[in-house]
């Protein structure tokens, strides 16, 4: 059958696939639009299984957060080239799926895979854009910061072209305190703590930390009683130097900590949680 050019240029513009795949898929579906993304969406499906053994390292990362600053979220959409991650179509294609992610916050990675972005869920777009632009494409990491009403607010920040994004929480709300968020956010970036304070270190991580200082103590031979504290000392070496309101803030010259600067701004205003992602 005769496959008009406008019919074409509807379908491209629906699925953002290229124009040649577009009219076979039209002459292969004889004009059935449906068909003609089924088509597609499985075109996109074989690529994705031929493809599925490369690394998808290059990609975006996004990061919004709601109008009135309670939630946010940060999105990571993974590619195999830096060529393809600078395509305004793929910045786009994640963009759409952080709006996604900010509207229905859901729990988890596989939570969001399967909500509905343009009448297919998120993994099914994926598969369809991955025949569309030829690469394997993968959403890599999910990330959420939920406050309730009064309890703060959620500041993002996205560095070096959308190769990393941070999400940070502040205690309390107003845009007086929308500079330092981000300078913190910028911190995260820079510095990658680990947890907000020691308190929020992960106690396999404590203990983790507490065994290589005594064993790094025991190979400089200290005396053997001597091990636990010396391993103490490096663990709040460690506190100082990879949690968040404990490190050195970057932005001074002075030695003023991450918590000291934010309680030159306000008393009680302090970090309640942050989130990091990055590409590699």
């Known amino acids: 059958m005769s496959i008009k050019a406008a019919d074409v240029k509807k379908l491209r513009d629906q699925t953002g696939a290229?124009?040649?795949d577009c009219k076979k898929a039209l002459t292969e579906s004889e004009g059935d639009f449906d068909k003609a993304i089924d088509i597609l969406r499985k075109k996109g499906q074989k690529l994705s299984a031929k493809r599925a053994d490369r690394e998808a390292k290059e990609g975006v990362v996004i990061a919004k957060t709601a109008h009135n600053k309670n939630n946010g979220v940060i999105v990571r959409l993974s590619c195999e080239t830096d060529f393809v991650s600078k395509g305004e179509k793929f910045v786009a294609l994640a963009e759409s799926f952080a709006e996604v992610a900010l509207k229905n916050l859901p729990g988890s990675k596989d939570d969001l895979l399967s909500?509905?972005?343009?009448?297919?869920?998120?993994?099914?777009?994926?598969?369809?854009?991955?025949?569309?632009?030829?690469?394997?494409?993968?959403?890599?990491?999910y990330?959420?910061?939920?406050?309730?009403?009064?309890?703060?607010?959620?500041?993002?920040?996205i560095h070096m072209g959308n190769k990393a994004a941070v999400l940070v929480a502040l205690n309390l709300e107003g845009?007086?305190?929308?500079?330092?968020?981000?300078?913190?956010?910028?911190?995260?970036?820079?510095?990658?703590?680990?947890?907000?304070?020691k308190?929020?270190?992960?106690?396999?991580?404590?203990?983790?930390?507490i065994e290589i200082g005594m064993e790094v103590a025991r190979q400089e031979g200290k005396p053997e009683a001597m091990l636990e504290r010396?391993?103490?000392?490096?663990?709040?070496?460690?506190?100082?130097?990879?949690?968040l309101l404990n490190q050195i803030y970057v932005k001074t010259t002075s030695k003023e900590t991450v918590e000291a600067y934010l309680k030159g701004i306000h008393a009680d205003l302090t970090v309640t949680d942050f989130k990091h992602i990055k590409l590699g």
């Open 199 to 209: 308190d929020g270190v992960d106690a396999t991580v404590v203990q983790k930390e």
């Open 230 to 243: 010396i391993a103490e000392g490096k663990l709040n070496k460690f506190f100082k130097e990879r949690t």
């Open 18 to 20: 290229g124009m040649m």
């Open 115 to 141: 909500l509905d972005v343009g009448g297919m869920t998120m993994a099914q777009k994926i598969e369809e854009q991955t025949g569309v632009i030829g690469e394997k494409l993968e959403l890599s990491e």
């Open 143 to 157: 990330a959420k910061i939920e406050t309730a009403a009064g309890d703060g607010q959620v500041l993002p920040y």
């Open 175 to 197: 845009p007086q305190y929308e500079e330092p968020g981000k300078n913190v956010a910028m911190q995260v970036a820079a510095m990658h703590p680990v947890a907000v304070n």
